[in-house]
């Protein structure tokens, strides 16, 4: 059974820093790894997708990797701002059948002014 | 303006009383899932259809049931058997190829159900 944690629960720093989610799963046999955001009693948006076969993806000062093989994934957000305070969730696509996500139980960042 | 409608917004439940939460989605969508999800968690998969008339169970469904009688909408119900039912619901839509790799869900803006 896939499972996926992620690495810290809460995060708070300082407007402009540099800073790392982390996120790793048990099965490497993964189709992608999403990275999700999430407002406060609000829906999920996607911010990256990662094909099992890429190694990164970035938007913005986003930036996604993804190691299958040590089964981690890391988001990296660049000068960090108020407006990035959020929870970011991970979520893995288990394999061809099925859209079936599989989530994290999401990292909240308070990013302040 | 296309995009996926989840009502009410927040929703109340007396004991041994059923529920139903509503989605709609207007962006043609073959497939729809429902998720619950509860506080410093992430999110459990309810049930899910890739196509009108069928749908399936997720990881948690005891205590919930859904159908599918039209593209555009996926209610479900939060039946009494769930005996732990408050929890931000969520729901989502994705075109419904799976094997398209860059296949990406898009969720609703959720529906809180509370207890009394």
């Known amino acids: 059974k896939q499972e996926v944690t992620q690495i810290p629960a809460a995060l708070s720093v300082p407007e402009g820093e540099n800073l790392v989610l982390n996120c790793s799963f048990t099965?490497?046999?993964?189709?992608?790894l999403q990275w999700f955001r999430q407002d406060p009693g609000k829906g999920l948006t996607s911010l990256l997708l990662i094909q099992s076969s890429q190694r990164e993806q970035t938007s913005g000062r986003l930036n996604a990797s993804l190691d299958k093989s040590s089964g981690r994934s890391t988001l990296y957000i660049a000068a960090s701002q108020p407006g990035d305070s959020a929870t970011y969730l991970c979520?893995?696509?288990?394999?061809?059948?099925?859209?079936?996500?599989?989530f994290g139980e999401g990292t909240q960042l308070t990013v302040n002014p | 303006d296309g995009g996926i409608t989840q009502s009410p917004k927040y929703l109340f439940r007396k004991e041994g009383q059923n529920v139903t939460l509503s989605c709609e989605q207007n962006?043609?969508?073959?497939?729809m899932y429902w998720y619950r999800q509860d506080p410093g968690q992430g999110l459990r998969l309810i049930y899910y259809s890739q196509i009108v008339n069928d749908f399936q169970k997720g990881d948690i469904a005891e205590g919930y049931s859904v159908s599918r009688e039209k593209k555009e909408s996926f209610p479900l119900t939060v039946t009494s058997a769930q005996k732990n039912p408050t929890a931000f619901y969520l729901c989502?839509?994705?075109?419904?190829?799976?094997?398209?790799?860059?296949?990406?869900?898009?969720f609703g803006p959720g529906t809180r159900l509370l207890v009394l």
């Open positions: 099965d490497s046999a993964i189709y992608n």
């Open positions: 962006l043609n969508h073959d497939a």
């Open positions: 979520a893995v696509r288990r394999g061809t059948s099925g859209s079936r996500l599989t």
């Open positions: 989502a839509s994705s075109i419904g190829r799976e094997k398209l790799p860059q296949e990406t869900q898009y």
